[in-house]
T-cell receptor, first 111, second 116 residues
């Protein structure tokens, strides 16, 4: 079963615009991670945020975590056509444990 | 190799047949995970190994599914009496060591299984 939901399910933007997607989860977590998937195959790890952190940055990515609301957001700034992909959040309850994924947000960046 | 590899990349089989899917993790990674992803959905956990032993197999849907990792490196996911509902992309991931407070998992490209 999926841990949570992602919103929106699909997003279409112009190159250069920002893309924001949200993830909600149901139970307490240890870490929350964001992954990108192209063409329905392997996932690429983007960023990890621990439960005691509120915000992290990595290049054009900004992730926030609000454990009181059990939600996270991923912001991609100055989007590029190459950012077109599906984005998934994933949570774990303890280090080394299984990841529980959301349903994903499909992002289309139009050139 | 540099990353996680999975073979075959595609497998087409007939209902009722037996299939084996192979995963080669990143060298030295002690934890290995199997996930299954249906079209339009996020990956769902099947089983994970610490070394040679299955630490959590709670995601295996039924007893037709079995996985092994006999030497603590390569893993094989085995599906008996395949059903059309088993059609999905099967993803393997590995991570460096279970004791780390971080849990970044490195994914392979997946095996797309189609059961006719």
């Amino acid at each position: 079963s999926q841990q949570g939901e992602e919103d929106p399910q699909a997003l279409s933007i112009q190159e250069g615009e920002n893309a924001t997607m949200n993830c909600s989860y149901k139970t307490s977590i240890n870490n929350l991670q964001w992954y990108r998937q192209n063409s329905g195959r392997g996932l690429v790890h983007l960023i990890l945020i621990r439960s005691n952190e509120r915000e992290k940055h990595s290049g054009r990515l900004r992730v926030t975590l609000d454990t009181s609301k059990k939600s996270s957001s991923l912001l991609i700034t100055a989007s590029r056509a190459a950012d077109t992909a599906s984005y998934f959040c994933a949570t774990d309850k303890a280090a080394g444990n299984k990841l529980t994924f959301g349903g994903g947000t499909r992002v289309l960046v139009k050139p | 190799g540099a990353g996680v590899s999975q073979t075959p990349s595609n497998k087409v089989t007939e209902k009722g047949k037996y299939v084996e899917l192979r995963c080669d993790p990143i060298s030295g990674h002690t934890a290995l995970y199997w996930y299954r992803q249906s079209l339009g959905q996020g990956p769902e956990f099947l089983i994970y190994f610490q070394g040679t032993g299955a630490a959590d197999d709670s995601g295996l849907p039924n007893d037709r599914f079995f996985a092994v990792r006999p030497e603590g490196s390569v893993s094989t996911l085995k599906i008996q009496r395949t059903e059309r509902g088993d059609s999905a992309v099967y993803l393997c991931a590995s991570s460096p060591w279970v004791g780390s407070p971080y849990n970044e998992q490195f994914f392979g490209p997946g095996t797309r299984l189609t059961v006719l």
